[in-house]
């Protein structure tokens, strides 16, 4: 993908960096938690990945859209995390589309999760959770939408045993939107299903020419972050299963391990379900 890089600070202290080559591909990565949403923007058309978290950068991010003066054509919920859907309350008009899976687990734990969010961010939380439409990419697990011409193929990856992700692979800019798989420079948010999640990575390091990837979460990366993150989920599994290993233990040798990764507010959310649940 030959393109040049911008970045643009915003006052809010989003951060957008933009590449600008045959189509123009944005990414909003809010300071609060990392939490990255992604424009491919084509000559006439946008599409859109995620929503933001809290309702002022969600806000930010749909006054940046409607600057770039072109209608949605597609806006998607990669998966089923609150920081990547709730601010879908600042896209009213905009009827967005996520997996049948994620819908369903958005419909099923969407309001209590949000209850809980506002006791932590009160005004800065939407009022109501805003449900997006289901679909479902059929037995193969994919397929191919056109955004002006640019083809985008649609994959859907079971990240663990209950939760999926939806990807954007776009081969002409050898550009892969994967949301939830990657993190660049931030605390990956963990589940059970380490090991699986590693193995995701490696066949995605295996199957594509990608010049960069779109996170979840912190700016845009080369292969390496994938690599960076495969070793992270190989020490974070191997902490995870030493004998008497206690949730203050995991965390304490997570930040020794890892000093200087941004989103440690995001190891005390995860460590309930991995030390508590089930």
């Known amino acids: 993908m030959e393109v040049t890089a911008t970045v643009i600070d915003r006052k809010i202290?989003?951060?957008?960096?933009?590449?600008?080559?045959?189509?123009?591909?944005?990414?909003?990565?809010?300071?609060?938690?990392g939490t990255s949403a992604h424009i491919i923007e084509g000559p006439e058309h946008l599409l859109?990945?995620?929503?933001?978290?809290?309702?002022?950068?969600?806000?930010?991010?749909?006054?940046?859209?409607d600057s770039l003066n072109k209608?949605?054509?597609?806006?998607?919920?990669?998966?089923s995390h609150p920081d990547h859907y709730l601010g879908l309350a600042a896209f009213p008009d905009v009827k967005a589309k996520a997996l049948k899976e994620t819908v369903r687990e958005i419909n099923d734990k969407g309001s209590e999760l949000l209850e809980a969010q506002k006791e932590v961010w009160s005004e800065k939380m939407p009022t109501d959770i805003v449900l997006p439409q289901a679909f479902n990419l059929g037995t193969k697990n994919?397929?191919?939408?056109?955004?002006?011409?640019?083809?985008?193929?649609?994959?859907k990856y079971?990240?663990?045993?209950?939760?999926?992700?939806?990807?954007?692979?776009?081969?002409?800019?050898?550009?892969?939107?994967?949301?939830?798989?990657?993190?660049?420079?931030?605390?990956?948010?963990?589940?059970?299903?380490?090991?699986?999640?590693?193995?995701?990575?490696?066949?995605?390091?295996?199957?594509?020419?990608?010049?960069i990837y779109l996170l979840g979460h912190g700016?845009?990366?080369?292969?390496?972050?994938?690599?960076?993150?495969?070793?992270?989920?190989?020490?974070?599994?191997?902490?995870?299963?030493?004998?008497?290993?206690?949730?203050?233990?995991?965390?304490?040798?997570?930040?020794?391990?890892?000093?200087?990764?941004e989103g440690k507010e995001l190891i005390d959310i995860y460590l309930l379900q991995l030390f508590i649940e089930g």
């Open 219 to 261: 700016l845009p990366a080369t292969a390496q972050v994938l690599v960076d993150n495969i070793l992270y989920l190989e020490f974070a599994n191997k902490l995870y299963k030493t004998k008497d290993m206690t949730s203050d233990k995991f965390k304490i040798a997570l930040l020794d391990e890892y000093p200087q990764m």
């Open 142 to 155: 994919a397929m191919t939408i056109h955004l002006d011409g640019l083809d985008i193929h649609l994959r």
């Open 48 to 65: 859109i990945v995620d929503s933001q978290f809290l309702l002022p950068y969600a806000l930010d991010f749909k006054k940046y859209i």
């Open 158 to 211: 079971l990240k663990s045993k209950s939760e999926v992700q939806l990807t954007f692979y776009v081969p002409a800019l050898k550009l892969h939107i994967i949301q939830e798989l990657g993190y660049n420079n931030h605390h990956l948010f963990l589940n059970k299903d380490m090991n699986h999640w590693a193995d995701i990575l490696r066949l995605l390091l295996d199957k594509d020419v990608i010049d």
């Open 71 to 79: 209608p949605i054509q597609y806006m998607f919920i990669s998966h």
């Open 13 to 33: 202290g989003a951060t957008i960096i933009k590449y600008e080559g045959s189509f123009t591909v944005h990414t909003y990565v809010a300071s609060i938690l």
